[in-house]
């Protein structure tokens, strides 16, 4: 993925891998990772 801006509503922003034991920890994963993306991600208007 190249740093170019995204031009459509379908172009990604993130990709994240998130692997675990078992669903349980997953799911803590990901509730992280949506936590962290949203207070790390700033978006210009």
Not at 10 to 34: C, I, P, T
Request: glycine share 2%; charged share 30%; hydrophobic share 35%.
């Amino acid at each position: 993925m190249d740093s170019q801006d995204a031009s459509s509503s379908v172009d990604s922003v993130a990709e994240f891998l998130v692997y675990g034991q078992n669903e349980e920890e997953v799911y803590k994963r990901l509730e992280s990772l949506y936590d962290w993306f949203l207070n790390n991600t700033k978006w210009d208007r």
